[in-house]
C-alpha cells in the first residue's frame, strides 16, 4: 500500500476560468503554507467531514503545496485525487464548459505512478478518458530495457540490482524514467 502519492495536475482552460481559478487558490491559501484541496471545493457554508473529503477529492486527505494559473501539485494518502480532479473541472466549468486535465501522479516508494487525462461529458460529469499505471517492476523492466548502463544488472531472483554502482546508477535516474515512461500517454 501507498503511502504519500505526489500530483501535478495541469489544467487546461480559458482565461476567465484560468482567473477564477488563481483567485480561488489564492483566498483559500491565505497565508498557510499548503491547504487542503477539500478547501477549493468546499462553499464557505459547508463544513468539512471525512465523508465530504472521500467524495470530493478521494483520499482520507489531499493538500495543495503549490499552485498558478493552470496547474496545482498536492501530496496526497494512499492515491492521487482523482475525484478531487473532477470536482475541480466541475466547478470551474462555470467559467469554461471545456476544462480538461492532465494529472501525472508518483507513490513516494514508488510502488505505483502514471498519468491520466480527465474531461466533463456532455452532462457535465468528469470523464477519465484516458489512464496508463506502472508499478515498481515496470519502472525496473524499463530501466534495464533502455539505459544501457543497467543492462544485465537487475538479478530477477533476488529482485535487486546486483552491484551497488548500478543501484546508485537507478536511483540517481529514477524520476527521469518515471516522467519518461509517464509521457507515453497524453
Not at 11 to 31: P, R, W
Not at 84 to 95: N, T, Y
Not at 152 to 172: G, P, Y
Amino acid at each position: 500500500m501507498a503511502n504519500h502519492v505526489d500530483c501535478y495536475i495541469s489544467l487546461k482552460m480559458n482565461e476567465t476560468a484560468q482567473k477564477n481559478f488563481e483567485e480561488l487558490c489564492t483566498k483559500t491559501k491565505g497565508d498557510a503554507y499548503d491547504f487542503p484541496f477539500s478547501a477549493l471545493l468546499l462553499s464557505e457554508e459547508e463544513e468539512w467531514t471525512y465523508d465530504k473529503q472521500c467524495d470530493l477529492v478521494g483520499p482520507k486527505w489531499s493538500h495543495v503545496e503549490d499552485y498558478s494559473g493552470d496547474h496545482l501539485t498536492t501530496v496526497s494518502a494512499w492515491g492521487y485525487p482523482l475525484a478531487g480532479v473532477g470536482s475541480l473541472l466541475k466547478l470551474l466549468s462555470q467559467w469554461d464548459p471545456y476544462v480538461t486535465a492532465s494529472v501525472a501522479y508518483a507513490d513516494e516508494m514508488p510502488n505505483f505512478f502514471g498519468k491520466t487525462k480527465v474531461i466533463l461529458n456532455n452532462d457535465g460529469e468528469p470523464w477519465q478518458v484516458a489512464e496508463i499505471e506502472f508499478d515498481y517492476d515496470d519502472l525496473i523492466l524499463y530501466a534495464v530495457s533502455t539505459v544501457e548502463e543497467l543492462k544485465d544488472k537487475w538479478d530477477h531472483e533476488k529482485e535487486e540490482w546486483k552491484d551497488e554502482e548500478s543501484q546508485d546508477h537507478f536511483s540517481d535516474i529514477m524520476y527521469d524514467l518515471i516522467n519518461d515512461m509517464q509521457e507515453i500517454l497524453l
